[in-house]
């Protein structure tokens, strides 16, 4: 199943990404207010246009041997330049699991049947989150249940 991946702003400029199964999905959930800021929490969330990076050109190699080069500290991937360190993405990826994990139900054990009933409709359409064996993953994956697996990242409360 295809995603599409909106960049999102709360009210308050804070901006996000969100992953979608559809426009339809992405207008469902911000009208049922299931979307929330990871930062702030609000639930007026709007569409933005993409920042789009655009590398500066390479020195001809007629350029000034006085002109600066580019800079060098930034990792490359995939040939283009990461401009997010690795403390910035892990701290962006705890504050996305962190959100995912305030606005979802905790099923426990239960995670497999539950997300069952769900795709079945036999349940409530709702955010869950819970255990699954690699196992009861791989049967979900195969009857098209789309799930992921998270790390687990302690809360700030888990950490006192």
């Known amino acids: 199943m295809a995603t599409i991946i909106y960049d999102l702003e709360c009210e308050y400029a804070h901006r996000f990404e969100g992953w979608f199964r559809s426009a339809d999905d992405f207008d469902s959930q911000r009208e049922q207010q299931l979307l929330t800021c990871p930062e702030c929490g609000t ?38 330049a990461n401009t997010v360190d690795v403390a910035t993405a892990f701290v962006m990826a705890k504050q996305a699991i962190q959100a995912l994990i305030r606005h979802s139900e905790d099923v426990g054990d239960r995670f497999a049947e539950e997300a069952r009933k769900i795709h079945y409709e036999e349940a409530p359409i709702r955010a869950i989150r819970g255990q699954a064996s690699p196992e009861e993953f791989e049967e979900l994956r195969d009857e098209g249940i789309d799930i992921i697996a998270l790390p687990h990242l302690p809360l700030e409360d888990d950490l006192n």
Not at 49 to 66: D, L, V, W
């Open 43 to 80: 639930a007026a969330i709007r569409k933005v246009p993409s920042r789009i990076n655009i590398g500066q050109a390479r020195a001809s190699a007629e350029a000034s041997s006085t002109e600066a080069a580019p800079p060098t500290s930034a990792p490359v991937v995939d040939g283009k």
